[in-house]
């Protein structure tokens, strides 16, 4: 999942924290868009092996 939010140029791969258990993949972490944020979610569904995606990537759209 990380290798393949990696290439991917809509979403900044080294803000988003991802945890694999059993095909079941949380997704944590910051991005700057909600379409960012759906787009990781939208990769990870894309993944072989994924069966469930809970995404808790949050938006935060400045440096805060």
Same mark, same amino acid.
């Given at each position: ?7 991917? $140029? ?17 997704l944590g972490g910051f991005v700057k868009t909600s379409a960012a944020? $759906?787009?990781?979610? $939208?990769?990870?569904?894309?993944? $072989? ?16």
């Amino acid at each position: 999942v990380k290798a393949a939010l990696a290439s991917d $140029e809509q979403v900044p791969a080294n803000d988003v924290v991802v945890e694999v258990r059993d095909g079941a993949v949380q997704l944590g972490g910051f991005v700057k868009t909600s379409a960012a944020k $759906e787009r990781a979610e $939208e990769i990870a569904q894309g993944v $072989e092996g994924v069966r469930k995606v809970d995404n808790r990537v949050d938006v935060r759209a400045g440096d805060r």
